[in-house]
């Protein structure tokens, strides 16, 4: 899996482990939030498919596509990395990460 963020290609090598995107990309110090932990509650989660990858994943859910209404930095092919599962099927699959995305811990203003 590939990784591109920031102009940086990072590889894992990760295989088929019923792990989510999510899961692989905190367990190898990417930094991606994933808030409410894979309950569809957020979109904290958001990456950006490769596009020639993009149809080889399954459809989103209703839930799935409700949340990714509210991702910051919507693309075609956004999806929620705590919805996809790595299977063998994904092997060599690249996402990106948003430029821009909504974390609380990044908003220095005081209310
Ligand atoms: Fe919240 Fe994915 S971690 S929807």
Redesign the pocket.
Known sequence: MIFKHKDKDIVIDEKANDLTI?DIAQKNGIDIE????????????HIIVDKDWYSKLDKPSWDEDD?LDLATGLTLTSR????IILTDKLDGLKISLPFVHNDVRLNKKKY
Not at 80 to 83: A, I, K, S
Request: proline share 0%.
């Open positions: 999510l994933g808030s409410c932990e894979g309950s569809l509650a957020c979109s904290t989660c949340m929620l990395g705590c919805q």
